[in-house]
């Protein structure tokens, strides 16, 4: 079960930061990550990160702006969200993948399991 909270309303260029608990099988996932979907449009992949390690990845909507970290003693990861502007607003998912799935996917459909979403809302 992934446990996604942490959004809400914020003018442009404020922060937010986000948070997801894995529990259950997804505890063992290889890695976490976050995506977005907007009213009337795909989902959209935000960052990914390992449980074991390594560089996080980025979408390029959110690179120099957004910070994915993890806790892996808490079974959490985060999304920090820096300088947001109204085109960030979204419901922010986040997902897991096991393992064996690619590397960095940037494709929901390599992930196995998904929270419930979160509202950020951006306001001008």
């Known amino acids: 079960q992934l446990q996604a909270s942490g959004g809400g309303l914020v003018q442009a260029g404020g922060s937010l930061r986000l948070s997801c608990a894995a529990s259950?099988?997804?505890?063992?996932?290889?890695?976490m990550g976050w995506f977005r979907q907007a009213r009337g449009k795909e989902r959209e992949f935000i960052a990914t990160?390992?449980?074991?390690?390594?560089?996080?990845y980025y979408g390029d909507s959110v690179k120099g702006r957004f910070t994915i970290s993890r806790d892996n003693a808490k079974n959490t990861v985060y999304l920090q969200m820096d300088s947001l502007t109204p085109e960030d607003t979204a419901v922010y998912y986040c997902?897991?993948?096991?393992?064996?799935?690619?590397?960095?996917?940037?494709?929901?459909?390599?992930?196995?399991?998904w929270g419930q979403g979160t509202q950020v809302t951006v306001s001008s």
């Open positions: 997902a897991a993948k096991k393992w064996g799935r690619p590397n960095y996917s940037t494709l929901p459909t390599d992930y196995d399991y």
């Open positions: 259950g099988r997804t505890s063992s996932s290889s890695d």
């Open positions: 990160i390992r449980w074991s390690g390594g560089t996080p």
